[in-house]
């Protein structure tokens, strides 16, 4: 009895000591998740920022790389992703290729827009082979290797054919100028119809040779100027086939191309003839042993080719001003447009007793020199011989009394910018202005 007793008694001490503790295990998680759920609103994580695929920084990074080699850029990764993204800057309108080596993969195949910009994305790891071909640039090829998600930048520029143009001339100095071109269509010739498109470069002409080196394979305008007045300038057209690859001419003598300048310089004397057969005069002019103005305006100039092109010339003319106002001459015409003129006024003149200088372009006339002549006014009311001495860019002028010989210099015309280098020489009448001339005669250099 007394065991049983004991037995209960310890049994209920084990109890009651099994409680205590699975109170007290209680108590301490539930101070622990106490602590655990206070961290927790404390430290609470910071909201994920959304950003795109391809940032515009990455792609600004991407532009300005040139380097040939991988450079890593800024873009967001992630772990899960195995794949890459790779930028590459080459030049716009390239054909670019993108060909890995894994087995039966395909190659990509992109043409870089404006900003030279291609990117690939989603490219599994691994080593490729990236080329590039643009007409008139040399082909490019790199090999890479892609590492897994990263994000890359990779400049391929380019570097343009160069070709070289060798010209044959009959002129041993001057100079070419040169300028890229769009093809327009043909002329009636078949020769080039071409549009300058940029700036234009000079190179020298020596021993009758010019060599045009560093050109890209394009359409160039060619223009020749001769430094001898005597030769016309020519402007010419060159295709991209005339071109010649620099390495090619560089084992030989370069191909030429012969171009001859045209020589047109007046060397004969132009008579003195009042015949319709050697003038081309404005209408209602008069033509009759003498040339009369008949107050209308205009130019009159010799009709034959032979007498358009003097260079250094002098000018004789006997002039009577009918209505004392103005008689005029031009030299150094290019054309009814473009040309010299000078002109002498009488007593009823609105600016009397002067000599005045004008270069005419494109019709439109800027006064360059102007002399009183009030010293030579009773030679002006009278018959005067006129004479004009033309070298270079300096006219001097005399007048001289026809019956007396009594005269002397009217001064010095002096064109800075040297306009026109050659041309003819004839005469110029105004509104309301009548004169004529009786003689009338162009040499050469001098006539004396």
Same mark, same amino acid.
Do not use: H
């Given at each position: 009895?007394?065991?049983?007793?004991?037995?209960?008694?310890?049994? !209920?001490?084990?109890?009651?000591?099994?409680?205590? @503790?699975?109170?007290?295990?209680?108590?301490?998680?539930?101070?622990?998740?106490?602590?655990?759920?206070?961290?927790?609103?404390?430290?609470?994580?910071?909201?994920?920022?959304?950003?795109?695929?391809?940032?515009?920084?990455?792609?600004?990074?991407?532009?300005?790389?040139?380097?040939?080699?991988?450079?890593?850029?800024?873009?967001?990764?992630?772990?899960?992703?195995?794949?890459?993204?790779?930028?590459?800057?080459?030049?716009?309108?390239?054909?670019?290729?993108?060909?890995?080596?894994?087995?039966?993969?395909?190659?990509?195949?992109?043409?870089?827009?404006?900003?030279?910009?291609?990117?690939?994305?989603?490219?599994?790891?691994?080593?490729?082979?990236?080329?590039?071909?643009?007409?008139?640039? +040399?082909?490019?090829?790199?090999?890479?290797?892609?590492?897994?998600?990263?994000?890359?930048?990779?400049?391929?520029?380019?570097?343009?054919?160069?070709?070289?143009? =060798?010209?044959?001339? +009959?002129?041993?100095?001057?100079?070419?100028?040169?300028?890229?071109?769009?093809?327009?269509?043909?002329?009636?010739?078949?020769?080039?119809?071409?549009?300058?498109?940029?700036?234009?470069?000079?190179?020298?002409?020596?021993?009758?040779?010019?060599? !045009?080196?560093?050109?890209?394979?394009?359409?160039?305008?060619?223009?020749?100027?001769?430094?001898?007045?005597?030769?016309?300038?020519?402007?010419?057209?060159?295709?991209?086939?005339?071109?010649?690859?620099?390495?090619?001419?560089?084992?030989?003598?370069?191909?030429?191309?012969?171009?001859?300048?045209?020589?047109?310089?007046?060397?004969?004397?132009?008579?003195? =003839?009042?015949?319709?057969?050697?003038?081309?005069?404005?209408?209602?002019?008069?033509?009759?042993?003498?040339? =009369?103005?008949?107050?209308?305006?205009?130019?009159?100039?010799?009709?034959?080719? @032979?007498?358009?092109?003097?260079?250094?010339?002098? @000018?004789?003319?006997?002039?009577?001003? =009918?209505?004392?106002?103005?008689?005029?001459?031009?030299?150094?015409?290019?054309?009814?447009?473009?040309?010299?003129?000078?002109?002498?006024?009488?007593?009823?003149?609105?600016?009397?007793?002067?000599?005045?200088?004008?270069?005419?372009?494109?019709?439109?006339?800027?006064?360059?020199?102007?002399?009183?002549?009030?010293?030579?006014?009773?030679?002006?009311?009278?018959?005067?011989?006129?004479?004009?001495?033309?070298?270079? +860019?300096?006219?001097?002028?005399? !007048?001289?009394?026809?019956?007396?010989?009594?005269?002397?210099?009217?001064?010095?015309?002096?064109?800075?910018?040297?306009?026109?280098?050659?041309?003819?020489?004839? !005469?110029?009448?105004?509104?309301?202005?009548?004169?004529?001339?009786?003689?009338?005669?162009?040499?050469?250099?001098?006539?004396?």
């Amino acid at each position: 009895m007394k065991g049983k007793s004991f037995a209960l008694t310890a049994l !209920i001490f084990c109890g009651i000591v099994f409680w205590a @503790m699975t109170v007290q295990v209680a108590a301490q998680l539930d101070v622990e998740n106490r602590q655990s759920l206070t961290e927790k609103s404390t430290n609470k994580p910071r909201p994920k920022t959304t950003t795109s695929k391809k940032p515009k920084t990455a792609r600004k990074q991407s532009k300005a790389e040139t380097s040939d080699s991988l450079k890593k850029i800024s873009r967001p990764k992630n772990p899960a992703v195995r794949t890459s993204y790779l930028a590459v800057t080459t030049e716009p309108r390239a054909k670019v290729l993108l060909v890995s080596d894994r087995p039966n993969s395909s190659p990509i195949e992109r043409i870089a827009p404006s900003n030279g910009i291609i990117e690939f994305d989603k490219l599994p790891p691994g080593d490729y082979t990236l080329s590039a071909s643009l007409d008139g640039f +040399n082909p490019r090829e790199a090999d890479l290797s892609i590492p897994p998600s990263d994000s890359l930048a990779f400049g391929f520029k380019l570097e343009a054919e160069k070709y070289q143009l =060798s010209l044959q001339t +009959n002129i041993s100095e001057g100079e070419v100028r040169y300028a890229p071109a769009d093809f327009v269509g043909y002329n009636a010739d078949r020769s080039l119809k071409l549009r300058e498109k940029g700036g234009y470069c000079i190179v020298p002409i020596k021993n009758n040779v010019a060599v !045009i080196t560093g050109m890209k394979k394009d359409y160039y305008t060619i223009d020749i100027r001769p430094k001898e007045v005597k030769y016309e300038p020519v402007l010419a057209g060159i295709a991209p086939d005339d071109l010649e690859e620099e390495e090619e001419a560089s084992t030989g003598s370069p191909e030429s191309y012969q171009i001859n300048l045209p020589v047109k310089e007046s060397t004969e004397q132009f008579p003195n =003839s009042w015949t319709n057969n050697e003038w081309n005069l404005p209408s209602g002019w008069g033509l009759r042993n003498k040339l =009369s103005t008949s107050g209308l305006p205009g130019i009159g100039l010799p009709r034959s080719e @032979m007498y358009r092109y003097y260079t250094d010339f002098e @000018m004789i003319a006997s002039v009577t001003l =009918s209505d004392k106002r103005t008689a005029g001459f031009v030299f150094r015409a290019v054309d009814a447009q473009n040309y010299y003129l000078l002109q002498i006024s009488g007593a009823n003149a609105a600016e009397p007793y002067r000599v005045t200088g004008y270069v005419v372009k494109n019709g439109k006339a800027e006064q360059i020199f102007s002399n009183p002549i009030d010293n030579v006014a009773s030679i002006v009311n009278k018959q005067f011989r006129l004479t004009i001495r033309g070298k270079d +860019n300096v006219f001097r002028l005399y !007048i001289e009394d026809s019956a007396t010989g009594d005269g002397g210099e009217l001064g010095n015309m002096v064109d800075r910018f040297s306009n026109f280098k050659k041309g003819a020489v004839g !005469i110029a009448g105004s509104a309301n202005s009548n004169f004529e001339v009786v003689f009338f005669t162009v040499c050469y250099r001098s006539c004396r």
